[in-house]
Nanobody, 115 residues
Framework: QVQLVESGGGLVQPGGSLRLSCAASGIIFSITHMHWYRQAPGKQRELVATITTRGLTNYADSVKGRFTISRDNAKNMVYLQMNGLKPEDTAVYYC?????????WGQGTQVTVSS
């Protein structure tokens, strides 16, 4: 059974930092690309960052230069380091992978950026 569990969200002031973590189980982690999405209230879910099996990364324009995605294949973990947070980064952040025909999501972790 594939399971993705996010953690690390919270309330942070503008300009602050958070590190999100996603623990994956039930998959061969090293062979699947990993993604972070987010969904703000009243908005569609959007792709924030991707890391491939080879460690190549891609980011939404809105987070380039501020967010960094990384993975640890030995621990089956993917991370999202978020620096320079802005109020518009407020959203529920989801970990995702598309694995052997399935599309798997975590439960999400809330990130709120507010003074």
């Amino acid at each position: 059974q594939v399971q993705l569990v996010e953690s690390g969200g919270g309330l942070v002031q503008p300009g602050g930092s958070l590190r999100l973590s996603c623990a994956a189980s039930g998959i061969i982690f090293s062979i699947t690309h990993m993604h972070w999405y987010r969904q703000a209230p009243g908005k569609q879910r959007e792709l924030v960052a991707t890391i491939t099996t080879r460690g190549l990364t891609n980011y939404a324009d809105s987070v380039k230069g501020r967010f960094t995605i990384s993975r640890d294949n030995a621990k089956n973990m993917v991370y999202l380091q978020m620096n320079g947070l802005k109020p518009e980064d407020t959203a529920v952040y989801y970990c995702n992978t598309k694995y052997i025909g399935g599309d798997y999501w975590g439960q999400g972790t809330q990130v709120t950026v507010s003074s």
